[in-house]
Protein backbone atom coordinates (compact mmCIF):
# COMPACT_ATOMS: atom_id res chain seq x y z
CA UNK A 1 0.00 0.00 0.00
CA UNK A 2 1.89 3.23 -0.67
CA UNK A 3 -0.39 5.36 0.63
CA UNK A 4 0.28 5.42 4.91
CA UNK A 5 -2.26 3.43 6.55
CA UNK A 6 -2.43 2.88 10.24
CA UNK A 7 -1.38 -0.95 11.00
CA UNK A 8 -0.87 -2.87 13.88
CA UNK A 9 -0.39 -6.52 11.89
CA UNK A 10 1.51 -6.82 9.17
CA UNK A 11 0.69 -8.95 6.46
CA UNK A 12 3.67 -11.83 8.13
CA UNK A 13 1.76 -11.58 11.37
CA UNK A 14 4.68 -9.57 12.79
CA UNK A 15 2.88 -6.95 15.41
CA UNK A 16 4.25 -3.16 15.26
CA UNK A 17 3.44 0.18 16.97
CA UNK A 18 1.81 2.85 16.20
CA UNK A 19 2.33 6.86 17.77
CA UNK A 20 -1.37 7.46 18.10
CA UNK A 21 -3.38 4.08 18.17
CA UNK A 22 -2.71 1.96 20.66
CA UNK A 23 -3.93 -1.66 21.14
CA UNK A 24 -3.21 -4.04 24.48
CA UNK A 25 -5.14 -7.38 24.46
CA UNK A 26 -4.60 -10.40 26.20
CA UNK A 27 -4.26 -13.72 24.25
CA UNK A 28 -7.65 -14.82 25.26
CA UNK A 29 -9.61 -11.50 23.35
CA UNK A 30 -6.64 -12.20 20.28
CA UNK A 31 -8.24 -15.97 20.31
CA UNK A 32 -11.63 -14.66 20.35
CA UNK A 33 -11.19 -12.07 17.25
CA UNK A 34 -9.73 -15.25 15.46
CA UNK A 35 -12.57 -17.15 16.31
CA UNK A 36 -14.69 -14.77 14.98
CA UNK A 37 -13.13 -14.30 11.15
CA UNK A 38 -13.14 -18.23 11.19
CA UNK A 39 -16.35 -18.52 12.05
CA UNK A 40 -18.13 -15.63 9.90
CA UNK A 41 -15.64 -16.45 6.86
CA UNK A 42 -17.40 -20.30 7.05
CA UNK A 43 -21.19 -18.73 7.15
CA UNK A 44 -20.22 -16.09 4.45
CA UNK A 45 -19.53 -19.37 2.28
CA UNK A 46 -21.97 -20.99 3.38
CA UNK A 47 -24.25 -18.40 1.74
CA UNK A 48 -22.77 -18.20 -1.51
CA UNK A 49 -23.03 -22.22 -1.44
CA UNK A 50 -26.63 -21.98 -0.80
CA UNK A 51 -26.91 -19.32 -3.45
CA UNK A 52 -25.58 -21.84 -6.04
CA UNK A 53 -28.05 -24.56 -4.77
CA UNK A 54 -31.10 -22.57 -5.70
CA UNK A 55 -31.94 -22.13 -1.82
CA UNK A 56 -31.36 -18.53 -1.92
CA UNK A 57 -32.24 -15.48 -4.15
CA UNK A 58 -28.62 -13.65 -4.03
CA UNK A 59 -25.54 -13.69 -1.60
CA UNK A 60 -23.19 -10.61 -1.37
CA UNK A 61 -20.37 -12.09 -0.01
CA UNK A 62 -17.32 -10.52 2.56
CA UNK A 63 -14.63 -12.94 1.47
CA UNK A 64 -12.04 -10.79 2.64
CA UNK A 65 -13.83 -8.27 4.34
CA UNK A 66 -13.49 -10.33 7.92
CA UNK A 67 -10.77 -8.00 9.97
CA UNK A 68 -12.78 -4.93 8.68
CA UNK A 69 -15.71 -6.01 9.93
CA UNK A 70 -15.58 -7.64 13.36
CA UNK A 71 -12.08 -5.47 14.31
CA UNK A 72 -14.67 -2.30 13.72
CA UNK A 73 -17.60 -4.27 15.33
CA UNK A 74 -16.09 -5.32 18.31
CA UNK A 75 -15.06 -1.69 19.28
CA UNK A 76 -18.36 -0.81 19.62
CA UNK A 77 -20.91 -0.55 22.65
CA UNK A 78 -24.03 -3.04 23.00
CA UNK A 79 -25.60 0.91 23.41
CA UNK A 80 -24.07 2.03 20.62
CA UNK A 81 -26.12 1.97 17.14
CA UNK A 82 -25.15 0.58 14.00
CA UNK A 83 -26.24 0.94 10.28
CA UNK A 84 -25.26 -1.68 8.26
CA UNK A 85 -25.25 -1.87 3.95
CA UNK A 86 -26.14 -5.08 2.78
CA UNK A 87 -22.62 -7.02 3.42
CA UNK A 88 -21.91 -6.78 7.00
CA UNK A 89 -22.45 -10.00 7.88
CA UNK A 90 -19.31 -9.89 10.45
CA UNK A 91 -21.03 -6.70 12.19
CA UNK A 92 -24.04 -8.88 12.55
CA UNK A 93 -22.28 -11.59 13.75
CA UNK A 94 -20.94 -9.66 16.49
CA UNK A 95 -23.80 -7.44 17.04
CA UNK A 96 -25.65 -11.24 18.41
CA UNK A 97 -27.79 -11.17 15.20
CA UNK A 98 -28.48 -15.26 14.11
CA UNK A 99 -27.23 -15.79 10.58
CA UNK A 100 -30.25 -17.22 9.93
CA UNK A 101 -32.08 -14.19 10.33
CA UNK A 102 -29.78 -12.79 7.22
CA UNK A 103 -30.20 -15.76 4.90
CA UNK A 104 -33.96 -15.25 5.64
CA UNK A 105 -33.81 -11.74 4.00
CA UNK A 106 -31.71 -13.27 0.87
CA UNK A 107 -34.31 -16.65 0.41
CA UNK A 108 -37.76 -13.93 0.73
CA UNK A 109 -38.56 -15.51 3.77
CA UNK A 110 -39.17 -12.04 5.55
CA UNK A 111 -38.20 -8.31 4.85
CA UNK A 112 -35.55 -8.00 8.42
CA UNK A 113 -36.62 -11.05 10.57
CA UNK A 114 -34.72 -9.25 13.69
CA UNK A 115 -36.10 -6.29 15.59
CA UNK A 116 -33.15 -3.56 15.76
CA UNK A 117 -33.39 -1.79 18.64
CA UNK A 118 -32.70 -5.42 20.83
CA UNK A 119 -29.48 -5.52 19.74
CA UNK A 120 -28.84 -1.68 17.83
CA UNK A 121 -28.03 -3.02 14.59
CA UNK A 122 -30.31 -1.78 11.89
CA UNK A 123 -32.14 -3.75 8.80
CA UNK A 124 -29.86 -4.21 5.63
CA UNK A 125 -30.34 -1.48 3.17
CA UNK A 126 -29.92 -2.10 -0.32
CA UNK A 127 -30.15 1.30 -1.77
CA UNK A 128 -26.40 2.15 -1.77
CA UNK A 129 -25.34 5.22 0.50
CA UNK A 130 -29.18 6.03 2.08
CA UNK A 131 -28.03 4.27 5.45
CA UNK A 132 -25.34 7.08 6.02
CA UNK A 133 -28.07 9.54 5.88
CA UNK A 134 -29.94 7.15 8.78
CA UNK A 135 -27.39 7.08 10.58
CA UNK A 136 -26.32 11.06 10.95
CA UNK A 137 -30.22 11.85 11.72
CA UNK A 138 -29.98 9.00 14.62
CA UNK A 139 -27.13 10.44 16.12
CA UNK A 140 -28.36 14.25 15.89
CA UNK A 141 -31.02 12.98 17.70
CA UNK A 142 -28.98 11.11 20.14
CA UNK A 143 -26.82 14.11 20.55
CA UNK A 144 -29.74 16.44 21.54
CA UNK A 145 -31.13 13.34 24.21
CA UNK A 146 -27.96 13.58 25.60
CA UNK A 147 -27.32 10.11 25.36
CA UNK A 148 -24.00 8.73 26.17
CA UNK A 149 -23.50 7.16 22.67
CA UNK A 150 -22.29 7.01 19.31
CA UNK A 151 -23.54 5.99 15.63
CA UNK A 152 -21.55 3.68 13.22
CA UNK A 153 -22.80 3.54 9.41
CA UNK A 154 -21.02 0.91 6.88
CA UNK A 155 -20.84 1.41 3.40
CA UNK A 156 -18.51 0.75 0.54
CA UNK A 157 -16.27 3.01 -1.58
CA UNK A 158 -18.69 2.68 -4.60
CA UNK A 159 -21.14 4.43 -1.82
CA UNK A 160 -19.12 7.28 -1.82
CA UNK A 161 -20.11 8.11 -5.38
CA UNK A 162 -23.58 8.89 -4.02
CA UNK A 163 -25.28 12.05 -3.25
CA UNK A 164 -26.51 10.69 0.39
CA UNK A 165 -23.36 9.77 1.08
CA UNK A 166 -22.08 13.80 0.99
CA UNK A 167 -25.41 15.15 2.48
CA UNK A 168 -24.72 13.06 5.40
CA UNK A 169 -21.21 14.14 5.74
CA UNK A 170 -22.33 17.79 5.27
CA UNK A 171 -25.23 17.58 7.45
CA UNK A 172 -22.98 15.46 10.81
CA UNK A 173 -19.86 18.20 10.19
CA UNK A 174 -22.45 21.11 11.00
CA UNK A 175 -23.97 19.24 13.70
CA UNK A 176 -21.12 17.93 15.54
CA UNK A 177 -22.74 14.83 15.17
CA UNK A 178 -21.54 11.68 17.19
CA UNK A 179 -21.33 9.75 14.46
CA UNK A 180 -18.13 7.35 12.84
CA UNK A 181 -18.75 6.69 8.52
CA UNK A 182 -16.74 3.09 8.55
CA UNK A 183 -16.23 2.86 4.50
CA UNK A 184 -14.80 -0.71 3.11
CA UNK A 185 -13.09 0.58 0.38
CA UNK A 186 -12.69 -3.21 -0.95
CA UNK A 187 -11.34 -1.62 -4.25
CA UNK A 188 -14.15 -2.78 -7.01
CA UNK A 189 -17.53 -1.17 -6.75
CA UNK A 190 -19.08 -4.00 -8.76
CA UNK A 191 -16.83 -3.71 -11.70
CA UNK A 192 -15.66 -0.53 -11.74
CA UNK A 193 -12.43 0.48 -9.70
CA UNK A 194 -11.31 2.91 -7.76
CA UNK A 195 -9.32 4.85 -10.37
CA UNK A 196 -12.73 5.06 -11.72
CA UNK A 197 -14.68 6.63 -8.64
CA UNK A 198 -11.88 8.92 -7.00
CA UNK A 199 -8.73 11.03 -7.94
CA UNK A 200 -7.73 11.07 -3.96
CA UNK A 201 -7.54 8.76 -1.52
CA UNK A 202 -11.37 8.41 -0.09
CA UNK A 203 -10.43 9.41 3.86
CA UNK A 204 -9.03 12.40 2.55
CA UNK A 205 -12.84 13.46 1.83
CA UNK A 206 -13.49 14.45 5.41
CA UNK A 207 -11.85 17.29 5.07
CA UNK A 208 -13.61 19.25 2.63
CA UNK A 209 -16.78 18.89 5.53
CA UNK A 210 -14.39 19.36 8.14
CA UNK A 211 -13.27 16.56 10.37
CA UNK A 212 -11.24 13.76 10.14
CA UNK A 213 -10.96 10.96 8.09
CA UNK A 214 -7.88 8.20 8.67
CA UNK A 215 -6.95 5.06 6.62
CA UNK A 216 -6.46 1.96 8.19
CA UNK A 217 -5.10 -1.53 6.80
CA UNK A 218 -8.67 -2.74 6.76
CA UNK A 219 -6.88 -6.63 6.40
CA UNK A 220 -5.54 -5.79 10.65
CA UNK A 221 -8.06 -6.77 12.76
CA UNK A 222 -6.26 -5.24 15.88
CA UNK A 223 -5.84 -1.68 13.72
CA UNK A 224 -9.63 -1.83 12.57
CA UNK A 225 -10.33 -2.31 16.48
CA UNK A 226 -8.37 0.20 17.82
CA UNK A 227 -8.56 3.11 14.98
CA UNK A 228 -12.71 2.60 15.40
CA UNK A 229 -12.32 2.34 19.35
CA UNK A 230 -10.97 5.50 19.22
CA UNK A 231 -13.24 7.60 16.69
CA UNK A 232 -16.14 6.22 18.43
CA UNK A 233 -15.06 7.89 21.70
CA UNK A 234 -14.35 10.84 20.01
CA UNK A 235 -17.75 10.88 19.12
CA UNK A 236 -19.31 9.77 22.70
CA UNK A 237 -16.75 12.87 24.03
CA UNK A 238 -19.02 15.19 21.76
CA UNK A 239 -16.27 15.75 19.18
CA UNK A 240 -18.16 15.16 16.21
CA UNK A 241 -17.62 12.92 13.35
CA UNK A 242 -15.03 10.83 11.45
CA UNK A 243 -14.39 8.89 8.69
CA UNK A 244 -12.59 6.01 8.64
CA UNK A 245 -11.38 4.31 5.25
CA UNK A 246 -10.45 0.47 5.80
CA UNK A 247 -8.53 -0.12 3.09
CA UNK A 248 -9.34 -4.01 1.96
CA UNK A 249 -10.21 -6.32 -0.73
CA UNK A 250 -13.58 -8.09 -2.10
CA UNK A 251 -11.74 -11.23 -2.69
CA UNK A 252 -14.96 -12.58 -4.32
CA UNK A 253 -17.52 -11.59 -6.61
CA UNK A 254 -19.80 -8.35 -5.57
CA UNK A 255 -22.88 -10.35 -5.50
CA UNK A 256 -23.66 -14.44 -6.53
CA UNK A 257 -25.17 -12.60 -9.62
CA UNK A 258 -21.55 -11.00 -10.37
CA UNK A 259 -18.55 -12.47 -12.36
CA UNK A 260 -15.42 -10.83 -11.33
CA UNK A 261 -13.14 -12.50 -13.74
CA UNK A 262 -14.76 -10.03 -16.90
CA UNK A 263 -13.04 -7.29 -14.88
CA UNK A 264 -10.08 -7.80 -13.01
CA UNK A 265 -6.72 -10.19 -13.18
CA UNK A 266 -5.90 -13.16 -11.37
CA UNK A 267 -2.56 -11.27 -10.48
CA UNK A 268 -4.54 -8.90 -8.59
CA UNK A 269 -6.78 -11.54 -6.52
CA UNK A 270 -3.24 -13.31 -5.53
CA UNK A 271 -1.57 -10.22 -3.97
CA UNK A 272 -4.29 -10.03 -1.84
CA UNK A 273 -5.04 -13.30 -1.22
CA UNK A 274 -1.48 -13.29 0.59
CA UNK A 275 -2.81 -10.76 2.33
CA UNK A 276 -5.86 -12.55 3.60
CA UNK A 277 -6.51 -11.39 7.11
CA UNK A 278 -7.52 -14.83 9.00
CA UNK A 279 -3.81 -16.02 7.76
CA UNK A 280 -2.45 -13.10 9.48
CA UNK A 281 -3.90 -13.31 12.61
CA UNK A 282 -3.12 -17.20 12.98
CA UNK A 283 0.48 -16.69 11.78
CA UNK A 284 1.16 -14.29 14.93
CA UNK A 285 -1.05 -16.69 17.22
CA UNK A 286 1.15 -19.36 16.24
CA UNK A 287 4.36 -17.16 16.34
CA UNK A 288 3.99 -16.00 19.80
CA UNK A 289 2.64 -19.17 20.69
CA UNK A 290 -0.72 -18.06 21.94
CA UNK A 291 -2.77 -20.87 19.94
CA UNK A 292 -1.89 -24.07 19.63
CA UNK A 293 -2.94 -27.08 16.99
CA UNK A 294 -5.94 -27.98 19.04
CA UNK A 295 -7.02 -24.54 19.55
CA UNK A 296 -7.42 -24.12 15.98
CA UNK A 297 -9.22 -27.74 15.53
CA UNK A 298 -11.35 -26.62 17.66
CA UNK A 299 -12.54 -23.29 16.13
CA UNK A 300 -12.27 -25.02 12.41
CA UNK A 301 -14.86 -27.63 13.96
CA UNK A 302 -17.38 -24.76 15.56
CA UNK A 303 -17.28 -23.05 12.22
CA UNK A 304 -17.92 -26.39 10.32
CA UNK A 305 -20.95 -26.74 12.74
CA UNK A 306 -21.78 -23.13 12.29
CA UNK A 307 -22.02 -23.59 8.89
CA UNK A 308 -23.92 -26.99 8.91
CA UNK A 309 -26.96 -25.44 11.15
CA UNK A 310 -27.15 -22.69 8.88
CA UNK A 311 -27.34 -24.86 5.59
CA UNK A 312 -30.03 -27.58 7.85
CA UNK A 313 -32.51 -24.33 8.69
CA UNK A 314 -32.43 -22.92 5.57
CA UNK A 315 -33.18 -25.72 3.77
CA UNK A 316 -36.39 -26.12 6.32
CA UNK A 317 -37.21 -22.42 6.22
CA UNK A 318 -41.50 -22.52 5.29
CA UNK A 319 -42.32 -20.45 3.03
CA UNK A 320 -44.05 -17.37 3.73
CA UNK A 321 -47.66 -16.67 2.84
CA UNK A 322 -47.56 -14.65 0.41
CA UNK A 323 -50.48 -12.75 0.84
CA UNK A 324 -49.30 -11.02 3.48
CA UNK A 325 -47.28 -8.80 1.31
CA UNK A 326 -50.89 -7.16 1.04
CA UNK A 327 -50.46 -6.55 5.21
CA UNK A 328 -48.07 -3.63 5.31
CA UNK A 329 -48.99 -1.57 1.87
CA UNK A 330 -50.57 1.08 4.43
CA UNK A 331 -51.10 1.72 7.91
CA UNK A 332 -54.70 0.48 8.01
CA UNK A 333 -57.14 -1.13 5.97
CA UNK A 334 -57.54 0.22 2.28
CA UNK A 335 -60.38 -0.98 -0.08
CA UNK A 336 -58.38 -1.05 -2.94
CA UNK A 337 -55.62 -2.89 -1.22
CA UNK A 338 -58.57 -5.40 0.12
CA UNK A 339 -59.49 -6.19 -3.10
CA UNK A 340 -56.49 -6.97 -4.72
CA UNK A 341 -55.87 -9.09 -1.79
CA UNK A 342 -58.66 -11.41 -1.96
CA UNK A 343 -58.37 -11.78 -5.80
CA UNK A 344 -54.65 -12.72 -5.31
CA UNK A 345 -55.59 -15.44 -2.88
CA UNK A 346 -58.60 -16.61 -5.35
CA UNK A 347 -56.01 -16.67 -7.78
CA UNK A 348 -53.77 -18.84 -5.11
CA UNK A 349 -56.37 -21.37 -4.61
CA UNK A 350 -57.21 -21.81 -8.00
CA UNK A 351 -53.94 -23.99 -8.37
CA UNK A 352 -55.17 -25.99 -5.39
CA UNK A 353 -55.32 -29.99 -6.51
CA UNK A 354 -58.47 -31.10 -5.56
CA UNK A 355 -58.25 -33.80 -2.68
CA UNK A 356 -54.92 -32.48 -1.37
Same mark, same amino acid.
Given at each position: ?21 ? &? ?271 ? &? ?53 ? &? ?5
Amino acid at each position: MSIPCVQLLTPEGVRVEHPEYK &FEADAGELRDLYRDLVVVRRVDGEGIALQRQGELGLWPSLLGQEAAQVGSARAARATDYVFPSYREHGVAWCRGVDPLALMEVFRGVSHGSWNPDERNFHLYTLVIGSQTLHATGYAMGVAKDGADMAVMAYFGDGATSQGDVSEAFNFAAVSDAPVVFFCQNNQWAISESNEKQTRVPLHQRAQGFGFPGIRVDGNDVLACLAVTRAALERARRGEGPTLIEAYTYRMGAHTTSDDPTRYRDSAEVALWEARDPILRLRTHLEAEGLADEAF &FAAVDAEAEAAGRRVREKVRTMPDPDRSLMFRHTYAGAHALVDEERDEFTAYQAS &FAVEGS
